[in-house]
C-alpha cells in the first residue's frame, strides 16, 4: 500500500503519549490507540491523532488542516453516549472522507440486540429466544421462553453490567436484575435464554468478500463449580481476577466441520447486519454442539495481542498486515447514495 496520510479518532482520555519511558504500555488504558499509531508510523505512514469528546468541530478542523487520506476511527461513543458512535460516523460520510470500521447502518443495526436478533432470526440464523424489558416496566415472559436466563442492557457492549447475578433462575431474581439494568445503567434490558455451553468468538473482515478468522475461545481454567462459565464485566477487565480465575483466550478446539459450520454463522449474520470493515461475533455453543449467535461487535478491540489480533495472526495475518488491510477495506468503502 502506498504510504498514507492517517487521521486517527481516539477519545480525549485515550490519546496515547509522545514520550512513553518508563510508562507500563502492555497494561496501558491506551494501549490500543498506541499500538495503531505506532504501527502505522513503523509502516511508512504520516499519523495525526485527535482526542474527540463532544466536538465535531475539531474533527472537520483536523481534516481540513491534515488533509487525511483516510480517518482511522477508534471511537466507541461521542459525549461519553455509547450510542452516539453511529452518528460521527455519519458525519464522515457526509464529510465525504474515507474510514475505517463499520458502516452507520450496520452500527445502527447491531447496537440494538433486540433488532439484530429479530434480523439474525429472518435470516434463519439461529439465536437463544429473547424479550425486552423497556424502562419502568415489569418482565413479563413469553410462554415459549424458560429459565434460566440471562439480563442484559439492550445497547450496552463490552460486557457492562454483566456479572454472575445476571444469570437468573426465578422471577424474583429476575425482577431484581432487570431493576438493576434500568437504575444502574438507565436502558432498557433484554431478557435472553441462557445457552449453558462455551463462550466463541469469531473475528469477521470484508466489505463485500469476508474472511472469517478462526474460531476464538474464552477458557475459564478455575473457575468454582457453581459459578457460569460467562463473559461478565469482571472476566473482561479485571486482570487480577483473570490470573485467579485462569480465564484465558485462545484457538478453540473443534473439530474441522463444526469450525466451518461457525465460521460460516458468523459470515451470514455478518451480511445480516450490513456490516462492513471488521467486526466480532459473540456465539454460545451448548452441549448438543448448537452454535447461536448472541451479538455482533463492529469495530472490536484492536490491540496488539488481543483476540481479534491474534486470530487473524492465526489465520496468517500479521498485526501491520492486519491494520493495512483495514485500511484498504475504508478506501474502498462507498456509501449508497441515490439522486
Not at 133 to 154: E, H
Not at 171 to 195: K, P, W, Y
Not at 318 to 337: D, K, T, V
Amino acid at each position: 500500500m502506498r504510504k498514507l496520510k492517517v487521521l486517527a479518532l481516539v477519545h480525549r482520555h485515550l490519546v496515547p503519549p509522545e514520550d512513553t519511558t518508563g510508562l507500563d504500555v502492555i497494561n496501558a488504558e491506551w494501549k490500543m490507540e498506541f499500538d495503531v499509531k505506532t504501527t502505522l508510523e513503523e509502516q511508512g505512514h504520516t499519523v495525526q491523532v485527535v482526542g474527540v469528546h463532544d466536538d465535531l468541530g475539531a474533527i472537520r478542523r483536523a481534516v481540513e488542516e491534515f488533509q487525511p487520506d483516510i480517518i482511522f476511527n477508534l471511537l466507541e461513543a461521542f459525549a461519553d453516549v455509547t450510542t452516539f458512535d453511529q452518528n460521527v460516523v455519519s458525519y464522515l460520510e457526509l464529510l465525504r472522507r474515507p474510514y475505517t470500521g463499520c458502516n452507520p447502518r450496520g452500527l445502527t443495526l447491531s447496537r440494538d440486540k433486540s433488532l439484530s436478533k429479530k434480523l439474525l432470526a429472518y435470516h434463519r440464523v439461529p439465536v437463544p429466544e429473547f424479550t425486552v424489558v423497556r424502562r419502568g416496566r415489569k418482565p413479563v415472559l413469553p410462554k415459549r421462553m424458560r429459565f434460566p436466563l440471562i439480563v442484559k442492557s439492550l445497547v450496552y457492549e463490552s460486557s457492562t453490567g454483566i456479572s454472575q447475578a445476571s444469570v437468573v433462575d426465578g422471577m424474583a431474581q429476575l425482577e431484581r436484575r432487570v431493576q438493576f439494568v434500568h437504575e444502574s445503567l438507565g436502558t432498557a434490558a433484554i431478557l435472553e435464554e441462557f445457552i449453558d455451553g462455551r463462550e466463541l468468538y469469531v473475528g469477521v473482515i470484508g466489505n463485500q468478500r469476508l474472511q472469517a478468522f478462526p474460531v476464538w475461545e474464552m477458557f475459564f481454567s478455575n473457575m468454582p463449580d457453581n459459578a457460569r462459565r460467562i463473559a461478565t464485566e469482571r472476566v473482561k477487565w479485571n486482570t487480577k481476577y483473570q490470573q485467579r480465575h485462569g480465564i484465558t483466550t485462545g484457538l478453540a478446539e473443534l473439530d474441522d466441520g463444526l469450525s466451518e459450520r461457525i465460521q460460516h454463522l458468523a459470515r451470514r449474520a455478518y451480511r445480516a447486519l450490513d456490516l462492513s470493515g471488521y467486526a466480532r461475533l459473540d456465539l454460545r455453543l451448548n452441549a448438543e454442539g448448537q452454535p447461536y449467535i448472541i451479538e455482533a461487535n463492529p469495530n472490536p478491540q484492536l490491540a496488539y495481542g488481543e483476540d481479534f489480533a491474534e486470530s487473524a495472526e492465526k489465520a496468517g495475518i500479521s498485526y501491520e498486515a492486519l491494520l493495512e488491510r483495514i485500511m484498504a477495506l475504508g478506501l474502498q468503502w462507498q456509501p449508497e447514495r441515490t439522486g
